[in-house]
């Protein structure tokens, strides 16, 4: 069975960092496209990046050269670097698995708030 | 900037048929986009309902169908259930690995 777990959200000030994981069970991280999508409270779905199987990334322009998507294939895990952090970027992340061009399995989410 | 366009709200009966749409601020939708479709109630993490425009995600009942109607693609809810209630978010994916949601559908059943 498939199964992300995010972790490593909570408050940060504005202009911090903090770094979001995905640990994966039931499949390899590795072998699969793999997305982070966020939702502000109260709003909706927001895509925030990808990265391919064969380690490439692309980011949304809202956080282009702030965050950064990695994965440790040893561990299984998706990561997702945020720096330079901005109230605007408070929301539920999400990790997603992708399928046809589509997201297929989500975890349940980890908030990050920004907030002095 | 791409908008992806959906109706705020929109509501059915139970037991009725209903057609979400999901477009486009300039163009058309088609296969090309991969149109899904995912359901979310407050507080859970989405669930994906269709990918690839009409492909149905394991698990879902065939209530649930994709389709393109016209310029936009569609979701289509038939024998509408009081648990269909949630919001219904639409992505397309727009090329050169970028992704645009729409801004939700609210489904009401009553």
């Known amino acids: 069975e498939v199964q992300l777990v995010e972790s490593g959200g909570g408050l940060v000030q504005p202009g911090g960092s903090l770094r979001l994981s995905c640990a994966a069970s039931g499949f390899t991280v590795s072998s699969n496209y793999m997305s982070w999508v966020r939702q502000a409270p109260g709003k909706g779905l927001e895509w925030v990046s990808v990265i391919y199987t064969g380690g490439n990334p692309n980011y949304a322009d809202s956080v282009k050269g702030r965050f950064t998507i990695s994965r440790d294939n040893s561990k299984n895990t998706l990561y997702l670097q945020m720096s330079s952090l901005r109230g605007e970027d408070t929301a539920v992340y999400y990790c997603?698995?992708?399928?046809?061009?589509?997201?297929?399995?989500w975890g349940q989410g980890t908030l990050v708030t920004v907030s002095s | 900037q791409t908008v992806v366009t959906q109706e705020p709200s929109l509501s059915v009966s139970p037991g009725g048929t209903v057609t979400l749409t999901c477009g486009l601020s300039s163009g058309s939708v088609s296969t090309s986009y991969y149109p899904s479709w995912y359901q979310q109630t407050p507080g859970q993490a989405p669930r994906t309902l269709i990918y690839?425009?009409?492909s149905r995600s394991s698990g879902v009942p065939d209530r649930f169908s994709g389709s393109i109607l016209g310029n936009k693609a569609a979701l289509t809810v038939t024998g509408a259930q009081a648990d269909d209630e949630s919001d219904y978010y639409c992505?397309?994916?727009?090329?050169?690995?970028?992704?645009?949601f729409g801004g939700g559908t609210k489904l009401t059943v009553l």
């Open positions: 690839s425009t009409n």
């Open positions: 997603a698995t992708l399928r046809g061009r589509g997201f297929d399995s």
């Open positions: 992505v397309l994916y727009m090329g050169s690995g970028i992704w645009v």
